[in-house]
């Protein structure tokens, strides 16, 4: 079974600009969770999606917004890009069958975002 | 809010030594517990976890045990190789108040030495 895909795998912005990035969750499965890291901050939750609704949202300005589409598959945006939004953005999806919110937790192998 | 707290890195070691990566947390409700490790260059990799107190949660040789007296769940290995060296991330999922949410710790960076 394929893992976690992200796309890019590199990117490279100004600030100013805007960013859209692509998740591609484990076949079959529901969630998907982003988190930001960086040297300083660590790793860092942005928000979940669930059945194209988002479920959970961490302490990130309204610049950072997502959605899932039906099939699943995840975006994020960030809109009027600053130097500090440089870091590796990872995507993890999760099975979450049922009423069980705690299953295991899959990463991809995340975006490089350098903004200049 | 929850958090987690690991041992100040880095830690250097021969291959065949000891290993042992602290990890303490606050929870309000009754988490799961992991750790991942992240390979340069590569996303995260789940290690092993455990859901419960008292479970021990193993692969790969290394090992943690979940302790709610201590609210701890150290990872131990009997002898690192070289190809484990990595930063290895501690981290907890509390379901009932947090959803899918996990919470990691700051890493921690092992180099084994031939």
């Known amino acids: 079974k394929a893992g976690v895909t992200q796309t890019p795998r590199y990117l490279i912005k100004t600030r100013g600009q805007q960013v859209t990035l692509s998740c591609s969750p484990i076949?079959?499965?529901?969630?998907v969770s982003w988190y930001q890291q960086t040297p300083g901050q660590g790793l860092q939750f942005l928000f979940e999606?669930?059945?194209?609704?988002?479920?959970n949202k961490g302490n990130f300005p309204g610049r950072f917004s997502g959605r899932q589409f039906s099939n699943s598959r995840s975006e994020m945006n960030v809109s009027t890009l600053e130097l500090g939004d440089s870091a590796l953005y990872l995507c993890?999806?999760?099975?979450?069958?049922?009423?069980?919110?705690?299953?295991?937790?899959?990463f991809g192998p995340g975006t490089r975002l350098t903004v200049l | 809010g929850d958090s987690v707290t690991q041992m100040e890195g880095p830690v250097t070691l021969s291959e065949e030594a000891f290993l042992t990566i602290n990890c303490t947390y606050t929870?309000?409700?009754?988490?799961?517990l992991f750790w991942y490790v992240q390979y340069p260059g590569e996303g995260l990799q789940l290690l092993l976890k455990?859901?419960?107190?008292?479970d021990k949660g193993s692969n790969k040789g290394f090992e943690a045990t979940y302790r709610k007296e201590t609210t701890s769940f150290h990872l131990e290995k009997g002898s690192v190789q070289v190809s484990d060296s990595a930063v290895y991330f501690c981290?907890?999922?509390?379901?009932?108040?947090?959803?899918?949410?996990?919470?990691f710790g700051e890493g921690t960076q092992l180099t084994v030495n031939p």
């Open positions: 076949s079959g499965h529901r969630s």
């Open positions: 981290a907890l999922s509390d379901g009932e108040t947090s959803g899918s949410r996990l919470t």
């Open positions: 999606y669930f059945s194209e609704t988002q479920r």
């Open positions: 993890a999806s999760s099975l979450n069958k049922g009423r069980k919110r705690t299953d295991t937790q899959y």
């Open positions: 929870a309000t409700g009754y988490p799961s």
């Open positions: 455990a859901t419960k107190a008292d």
